[in-house]
């Protein structure tokens, strides 16, 4: 999987003696010869291989030996990175490629890329042997009248262990597609026949693009995040191109795209930007086409290289783009949704906190709520050096809001950290000040082990002491669990929504021509792990993230989505408490009997019921990933996928509802259709009316 973009982090200055990468004699694990036409490592990257190696065992938090348990980690990363699907490799070929499999260890000690290149040539060699039989293939009509059946889900399936059980497994491959083109778009056969034809046309396109520079980035990615999820390896193309396009990539629809096998997917969704607006595009959704205008020709952009389909996606402000996602809540067998967007470029105050009044009706009585939402934890780092008056901070923003809303007699105030992945650690410090009098708010742990205190330092001043909650989902992580962890820690509000991501590390940018100078050609960067957070009781924010007091019904699950669910990602783990003083406000007791009225609710409240059944369904139905070829069943699973499809599109609706144009909707239709925070606002009322 090829990272397109990635967080900005601060570069780290490290030093440790090793050999000159130049000088060094390179060992091979196996002879190797190369036929003509295939790729082939350079010597800069086998001392590149050496130095990255020397680097993450080194100063990586996870503190990992180069052994054999690691390398085969190492094989299975790159097999999957290579051929996830198990369709183009055969089984006698990975029993092949066996004899790496306990070697990659040494490999990246002596700068041996054998394994890597070997690998890689042999898979590409099967696909075009399977690109031949495509062609093939497609120059026949398709049939839908057999009753047979196509198991989507092709990640515990088996290579396949014969040509002809290869041949067969391609088949029902492409006329699943092709049964998808048909019925997502009415299509006739003949259109049917010429976008599978281009789709893979386009395929061999990717593949004959492929650099020597990929396949190294490919291999040393499958090191590298054998370690954690977040730590990555940047060939110097990718490095450049993030460097050029961080500033771009924030105009057009707002969201950050990387390559995810045969689809571009969502990485995230800017605040402000008309993909968050129009809050029907997520992170982790995959783009399957785009087109320009509300009329516009849809483009499969199936096997298409991210820059290419971010070339399709930009375009100038005020035009019309129309995508069509694949959601990672998708349904085997139902269609993809179509997404309409109006370019425009981000500016910074549609990315700053917002407020609003709500009244919530708990047991006959009318409770007034105010409601602060923070897309992120911005700051403005330049402003704030220069200590410019009024600089532009999350902290700022809220204490303003408060204020307004205390004018305005609320009874109770609902942080919502919806979606919110996080920003600044110094922000989500000095908010979590704005509702303590003062102490510690997290603490972090390097990978020297040395543990550092952040405190609140506002002299005690307390902006507001009255009735709190914090609403999070699945989707808010780093920033923003660190502000919700310090809430509940010192049991000043509630937590209310979904467990939190539990992205509880830091990371940072390495540049690796700092260490081999006499290159005379850049060699990339190096993106890694080096703090971990943790909670002032001491318990770690990775991983677990932060468990609310009061859990609604949610679609995402832990196993599916977060950190939970990457295979390297860095386990939970406790440390030392740092003294700290509990407000008791929120204690146990109460928890107790808020949990106790929302599950009255839940039993009792029509459209809560309806929620938790539709949740209920739909992961019911995503259970199920074999899909029928026979035509007349899959009209009927699609129609069913799709109303199933419900659920997902309700727990989605995490902020404001926009309109058409992009403009966030109107407070009272806000209210009617945001669910989740309503509940919160009740939760928040029984708080304060048990209080009275």
């Given amino acids: 999987m090829k990272k397109y973009l990635v967080t900005l982090v601060p570069v780290l200055m490290l030093s440790f003696q090793m050999d000159s990468p130049s000088d060094k004699v390179i060992t091979r694990t196996v002879p190797v010869t190369y036929a003509e036409g295939d790729l082939k490592p350079t010597i800069s990257q086998e001392k590149v291989e050496t130095l990255v190696a020397k680097l ?40 092949s490629f066996e004899k790496y499999r306990d070697q990659i260890d040494d490999a990246l000690v002596n700068g041996d890329l054998t394994a890597a290149y070997d690998i890689y040539n042999v898979f590409r060699k099967r696909f075009q042997e399977r690109s031949a039989f495509i062609k093939e293939q497609l120059k026949k009509p398709f049939t839908f009248t057999a009753d047979e059946t196509f198991n989507t889900d092709r990640e515990k399936a088996s290579w396949p262990k014969s040509i002809e059980e290869q041949n067969d497994l391609w088949r029902k491959i492409l006329k699943n597609q092709a049964l998808d083109l048909k019925l997502g778009g009415n299509r006739s056969d003949s259109a049917v026949s010429a976008l599978m034809t281009q789709r893979y046309n386009n395929l061999d396109k990717a593949i004959n693009r492929v650099k020597s520079a990929d396949v190294f980035q490919m291999y040393m990615n499958s090191f590298a995040e054998a370690l954690d999820p977040h730590t990555n390896y940047l060939s110097p193309s990718n490095a450049d191109r993030f460097n050029q396009e961080m500033s771009q990539s924030l105009e057009g629809i707002g969201a950050m795209l ?17 993909a968050f607006k129009s809050n029907q595009l997520k992170a982790n959704d995959k783009i399957a086409g785009v087109a320009q205008g509300d009329n516009g020709h849809m483009v499969n952009t199936m096997n298409w290289q991210v820059d290419e389909v971010v070339k399709l996606i930009k375009g100038p402000k ?21 997404i309409r967007l109006v370019r425009e470029k981000i500016k910074l105050e549609e990315q700053r906190a917002k407020k609003e009044v709500i ?5 006959g009585k009318t409770v007034k709520i105010g409601v602060i939402n923070i897309p992120m934890f911005y700051r403005d780092f330049e402003g704030a050096r220069r200590r410019e008056e009024g600089f532009s901070s999350t902290t700022s923003d809220v204490k303003k809001f408060v204020e307004e809303l205390k004018a305005e007699k609320v009874q109770g105030i609902v942080i919502d950290l919806r979606d919110n992945g996080g920003g600044s650690l110094t922000e989500a410090i000095d908010l979590t000040g704005l509702f303590i009098p003062k102490g510690p708010v997290v603490q972090v742990k390097e990978s020297t082990g040395e543990t550092e205190v952040y405190s609140d330092k506002d002299g005690g001043a307390v902006v507001y002491d009255g009735p ?18 310090a809430i509940q820690d ?16 830091v990371q940072t940018l390495v540049d690796l021509n700092q260490w081999l100078p006499k290159e005379p050609e850049k060699v990339g960067q190096v993106k890694m792990t080096i703090q971990k957070f943790y909670r002032i009781n001491g318990s770690s924010t990775q991983h677990r993230g932060v468990t ?20 390297s990602a860095l386990p939970w783990d406790h440390i030392n408490s740092t003294r700290y003083d509990a407000s008791q406000a929120v204690d146990d007791k109460i928890l107790a009997r808020l949990r106790a009225r929302f599950d009255q609710r839940l039993k009792s409240d029509v459209e809560l019921k309806q929620l938790a059944q539709d949740l209920a369904d739909f992961k019911k139905a995503k259970e ?8 007349s069943k899959r009209r009927k699973e699609r129609e069913d996928a799709e109303r199933k499809r419900t659920a997902a599109v309700k727990v989605s609706q995490m902020s404001a509802p926009a309109d058409e144009t992009g403009t966030p909707a109107k407070t009272e239709s806000k209210k009617k259709k945001d669910t989740y925070l309503n509940e919160a606002g009740l939760v928040l009322a029984d708080y304060i009316l048990a209080a009275k």
Avoid: C
């Fill in 56 to 95: 993450l065992t080194t100063y990586h938090y996870r503190k990992v030996r180069l052994n054999d348990s690691l390398s085969a980690v190492v094989w299975d990363n790159y097999l999957k990175e290579i051929d996830g699907s198990k369709t183009y490799l055969l089984a006698s070929d990975v029993t």
């Fill in 258 to 274: 990387q390559e995810d096998g045969d689809y571009i997917k969502i990485t995230n969704v800017l605040p402000g930007g008309p």
């Fill in 318 to 338: 005020g035009t019309v783009v129309r995508l069509q996602v694949i959601s990672p809540n998708a349904i085997a067998g139902a269609p993809p949704k179509e």
């Fill in 359 to 363: 009244d919530v009706v708990d047991n």
């Fill in 468 to 485: 709190m909650a914090v609403l999070v989902n699945r989707f808010s992580a780093s920033a923003s669990e660190i502000f919700a962890a």
């Fill in 490 to 505: 010192y049991k000043r509000g509630i937590i209310i929504g979904g467990q939190t991501y539990g992205k509880g590390t």
């Fill in 548 to 567: 609310p007091d009061v859990e609604l019904p949610s679609a995402f699950s832990a196993e599916e989505y977060g950190e939970s669910s990457q295979p």
């Fill in 624 to 631: 199920n990933t074999v899909v029928s070829l026979l035509e």
